[in-house]
């Protein structure tokens, strides 16, 4: 079964500044797709940034990048020049290609963004 | 376009009492799946759908039961609740075939057993 682990439960950072939420994964696939959502406090689940497993290139949306290392299972969102909009929970989401097309969840990390 | 919509944004239940959360999408999407949402649990899959008529268990199934008779409704059933049931649900639907697009999200009912 594939597992999503996300280790830092809360972080925080000033405005402006750049900050990296880490995720790990475990899966015996070799195809998937990665995913972060934001869930701001009205509580919507919103679509970040994804990234396909047999691509090598790092995905980019204007402020948001993330790293992905398929070796080590480990894909980091970074969020650039944060804004005070950033403030959010941040999950961490992987579906296999295996069929079921489940998408599994990290616990989140709550990410506050300081004046 | 509507996306998806869930219904009601908030309940308050008796133990015991059954209710049902509605949930539809305009989207067409093939595949439809119900979490829960929990403190420090991040949200974890109850019930999924990949298809009209096609459904199976998550990882947290039990108390819940659900149907698939459109490609566009996909209610989840509360048959006698309990406090452990109190949670944010949240309904998702892909267009699913492996295409990677991710889940669209309903905006969540938010569930409180007395």
């Known amino acids: 079964a594939q597992t999503v682990t996300q280790s830092q439960p809360e972080m925080s950072v000033q405005e402006a500044e750049t900050v990296t939420l880490s995720c790990t994964y475990d899966?015996?696939?070799?195809?998937?797709?990665l995913f972060w959502y934001k869930q701001p406090p009205s509580r919507q689940m919103i679509l970040v940034i994804r990234?396909?497993?047999?691509?090598?290139q790092n995905a980019t949306e204007n402020r948001f990048s993330v790293n992905f290392q398929k070796a080590a299972k480990s894909f980091s969102l970074k969020i650039s020049d944060s804004q005070l909009g950033d403030t959010a929970m941040y999950f961490c989401?992987?579906?296999?290609?295996?069929?079921?097309?489940?998408?599994?969840f990290g616990k989140g990390t709550k990410l506050t963004v300081n004046p | 376009n509507a996306g998806v919509t869930q219904t009601p944004k908030f309940q308050v239940l008796k133990t015991g009492q059954s209710m049902t959360l509605q949930c539809a999408q305009d989207?067409?999407?093939?595949?439809m799946s119900w979490y829960r949402q929990d403190p420090g649990m991040g949200l974890r899959l109850i019930h999924y759908?990949?298809?009209?008529?096609?459904?199976d268990q998550g990882e947290v199934p039990n108390g819940y039961n659900v149907s698939r008779s459109t490609t566009e409704d996909f209610p989840l059933r509360l048959l006698s609740a309990a406090p452990s049931q109190t949670s944010v649900y949240f309904c998702?639907?892909?267009?699913?075939?492996?295409?990677?697009?991710?889940?669209?999200f309903g905006s969540g009912t938010r569930l409180t057993v007395v």
């Open positions: 998702a639907s892909s267009r699913g075939g492996q295409s990677g697009y991710g889940y669209t």
């Open positions: 899966t015996s696939e070799s195809n998937y797709y």
């Open positions: 990234q396909e497993a047999y691509k090598q």
């Open positions: 989401a992987f579906i296999g290609q295996g069929g079921s097309e489940k998408l599994v």
């Open positions: 989207m067409n999407h093939e595949y």
């Open positions: 759908s990949v298809g009209a008529g096609i459904t």
